[in-house]
């Protein structure tokens, strides 16, 4: 079975970085597209951003657009957020995401395996 593995969370600075890996195993990903989407208190679950494993080729929202940035690595089957620029309103609980497809999308609904998150609190 497919388990998705986060890591890399923490208590940052508004201004800082932090890059965050999702571990992925239990199948061959590369005609998956993965996911990471995060969730603040009180405010339902949303889009980050997603990547085509095979094709490497990218999407985000329009919130963090130039300041994350999703990548993978095949030899270790993770996938990567590098986080930049981070402000208060980025603290939330960040969750990876893989589904069987290699459309890209927005929607959680659309996503088949989660991982159990990663709590990243930005102070200001």
């Known amino acids: 079975q497919v388990q998705l593995v986060e890591s890399g969370g923490g208590l940052v600075q508004a201004g800082g970085s932090l890059r965050l890996s999702c571990a992925a195993s239990?199948?061959?990903?590369?005609?998956?597209?993965m996911g990471w989407f995060r969730q603040a208190p009180g405010k339902e679950r949303e889009f980050v951003a997603a990547?085509?494993?095979?094709?490497?080729?990218?999407y985000y929202a329009d919130t963090v657009k130039g300041r994350f940035t999703i990548s993978r690595d095949n030899a270790k089957n993770t996938v990567y957020l590098q986080m930049n620029s981070l402000r208060p309103e980025d603290t939330a609980v960040y969750y990876c995401?893989?589904?069987?497809?290699?459309?890209?999308?927005?929607?959680?609904?659309?996503?088949?395996?989660w991982g159990q998150g990663t709590q990243v609190t930005v102070s200001s």
């Open positions: 990547i085509r494993w095979g094709a490497g080729s990218t």
């Open positions: 239990g199948r061959t990903f590369s005609s998956y597209t």
């Open positions: 995401a893989a589904k069987r497809t290699v459309l890209l999308g927005t929607h959680d609904t659309t996503y088949d395996y």
